[in-house]
């Protein structure tokens, strides 16, 4: 005869013994073990679409780190823009990158919700527009890259462009497979047409047009950069000056660092400068999408079409202005008339 725990009797019978013994705290305890397996595996897979934040996307040895850095002000914690710049953290997150973001916004909750989401973020720590904005959020993303990095990609975008975070990667590794030092995102034609806003798409054409045709007159491509030191002429590469993101080597920060604009020439004026100065730019033509919430809120308001026709008229003449104006000296350090960076994103 068998003992009270099923031992000594046929395996058949053990089994029919384990069956009417077993109870519902046993079953539930090994499903809880399951479901928690499952979820470490998962976990420990890169999302779908994405890259393996283990691949070209973080700094490791021998890698060229890339870090996201821009400016938002938004009246409060709701709305399209504020929406898609939530939805832009959270991607560049899942995709790998380290974003840092200097915010003016009266309301603290768009801090904390963006910080949620995944971003380095601080308060502007002085009075100034979306250009004072630029130069905080680069100093603090210079501190972030670590002493023993030989070189670091700084990529500058508006923070609600939510398709962006996924085309760094095809950005950053152009630049490292051709050495440049300026890369600046070209908008597929067809994609751009589709999904931008009429108005906007129209003026921002025709504004790289002008741009480019100008560039090519007047500046004389020297192709001698810091990270390419053999000089050579080169023939211009045609920007898509409008677009909004770029990227460039750690070594021209100063451009961008002490320039004093206050608006979309802050972006601008500093590159036009450091291509002068040899910088090395590339154009990198990527299929971004932009929001079609944002296209729908942007076609037929006056508002928004008012906008475009503003930043047109203001960046044609300031850049044809620094494509012939003396190229300013930005040898002298600046970090102290930025603030202590460092504690900004403490």
């Known amino acids: 005869m068998g003992s009270g725990d099923g031992k000594g009797r046929a395996p058949a019978e053990r089994l029919r013994f384990a069956l009417e013994h077993v109870s519902w705290k046993h079953i539930s305890f090994v499903l809880a073990c399951v479901v928690v397996l499952l979820t470490l595996h998962t976990l420990a897979l890169p999302s779908h679409g994405s890259r393996s934040t283990t691949a070209s996307n973080l700094n490791g040895d021998g890698d060229v780190l890339l870090i996201i850095f821009g400016t938002t002000m938004f009246p409060n914690a709701t709305g399209v823009r504020f929406e898609e710049a939530l939805e832009s953290v959270k991607n560049a997150k899942n995709e ?3 974003t840092v973001i200097c915010d003016s916004s009266p309301d603290p909750e768009v801090r904390v919700r963006l910080k949620l989401a995944g971003a380095s973020v601080f308060a502007q720590h002085k009075a100034g527009r979306k250009g004072q904005g630029l130069r905080e959020a680069l100093q603090a993303a210079l501190d972030v890259v670590p002493p023993t990095a030989t070189d670091a990609i700084f990529a500058y975008q508006e923070i609600e462009k939510s398709n962006m975070p996924f085309h760094w990667a095809e950005v950053k590794d152009k630049m490292i497979q051709t050495g440049a030092d300026i890369a600046v995102p070209w908008r597929e034609e067809s994609l751009f047409q589709a999904t931008y806003p009429v108005a906007q798409y129209h003026s921002e054409t025709f504004g790289r047009i002008y741009l480019n045709t100008l ?20 023939t211009w590469e045609d920007l898509d000056w409008h677009f909004g993101p770029f990227a460039f080597r750690q070594e021209w920060s100063e451009f961008w660092l002490q320039h004093d604009g206050q608006m979309w020439d802050a972006q601008i004026l500093p590159m036009v400068y450091a291509i002068r100065s040899g910088a090395v730019p590339i154009s990198v033509e990527i299929p971004f999408r932009a929001s079609p919430h944002m296209k729908r809120e942007e076609d037929n308001n006056l508002f928004f079409t008012t906008k475009r026709k503003s930043q047109l008229e203001k960046l044609l003449d300031k850049v044809e202005e620094s494509l012939v104006n003396p190229i300013p000296d930005y040898t002298h350090a600046v970090r102290t008339t930025i603030g202590d960076a460092a504690k900004l994103l403490a």
């Open 96 to 98: 790998g990158w380290i």
């Open 215 to 234: 560039a090519r007159k007047k500046i004389k491509m020297v192709g001698k950069s810091l990270a390419n030191p053999s000089a050579r002429e080169r």
